[in-house]
């Protein structure tokens, strides 16, 4: 009888240190949360991808193009699984976020998105790592990442792909972003108010008036063809890569996220 109590109770004291040892991994599994930021009197729509592990870590901010259509959530699900958060925002003014769609809007929304995550409160309850960001741009995003990247301290890492850059862009192009956008039915913009601040600050949105700032980061930027090659030679610190396909790199997804995984880990 003595005995038989005896092993009864080592069964329930495993049982119950193998519960208490599941139930603490569960906590810090990996999981996903939509976020709500608030800028100012607007509030955008953010989508967190947090690796597991207790401890906090290295965030990737994804930044979309215009209007948004590839979010790079391959890409994202990849890195999670390598340790890294991953977060995805739309814009104010784009896919229901509040507010007004502006080039300048965009840039400061990535600031708000690291403030954010940045406070004690959001740090620990979402395990990120401060002042440690990783900003990964498509597109006008790309752009965008290398202009909101030079300015902070906090931005590690910039890699980028196929990027539109407002500073060396072409006439046409801002003629044809002008017509792009009054057929955008998921962005509160006005196409004229965006169209004249590009054209009224285009040198100030040049990433090269940040070369200083930029050289002091490590930059990948890929791109589908050899009309950026130009202006991404007059950067330091870069690698780039050229690979034939299209603007959303639709048949180089695998190639595209084992180039960024093992960069970002390196």
């Not at 620990?124 to 401060?130: D, E, F, P, S, T």
Request: with cysteine; glycine share 6%; aromatic share 12%.
């Amino acid at each position: 009888m003595k005995n038989k109590t005896i092993r009864s109770l080592i069964i329930f004291l495993l049982f119950s240190y193998n519960l208490i040892a599941q139930t603490s991994k569960n906590n810090y599994s990996a999981t996903s949360e939509e976020i709500t930021i608030t800028i100012g009197n607007d509030s955008i729509a953010a989508f967190g991808m947090f690796a597991s592990g207790e401890e906090k870590k290295e965030t990737v901010i994804l930044l979309h193009g215009l209007p948004g259509n590839e979010r790079n959530l391959d890409l994202a699900h990849e890195l999670r699984r390598n340790g890294k958060n991953v977060v995805y925002f739309n814009y104010r003014g784009a896919w229901g976020s509040q507010g007004e769609f502006l080039y300048s809007n965009c840039i400061e929304d990535v600031k708000k998105v690291m403030d954010f995550f940045d406070t004690s409160e959001n740090s620990i309850k979402y395990r990120v790592k401060q002042n440690s960001y990783i900003l990964f741009g498509h597109s006008m995003g790309g752009g965008i990442a290398l202009l909101s990247g030079a300015k902070e301290d906090r931005v590690k890492k910039i890699a980028i792909y196929s990027p539109a850059h407002i500073g060396t862009a072409s006439q046409e192009l801002l003629d044809w972003v002008y017509n792009y956008t009054k057929g955008l039915f998921m962005l509160n913009v006005n196409p004229d108010k965006f169209y004249k601040e590009l054209v009224d600050n285009k040198d100030s949105f040049n990433a090269l008036n940040h070369k200083k700032e930029l050289s002091q980061k490590d930059l990948l930027i890929f791109d589908e063809n050899e009309r950026n090659k130009e202006w991404i030679a007059q950067l330091d610190n870069v690698e780039y890569l050229l690979m034939k396909t299209d603007h959303s790199f639709s048949d180089k997804r695998l190639e595209l996220i084992e180039k960024v995984t093992e960069w970002i880990n390196n």
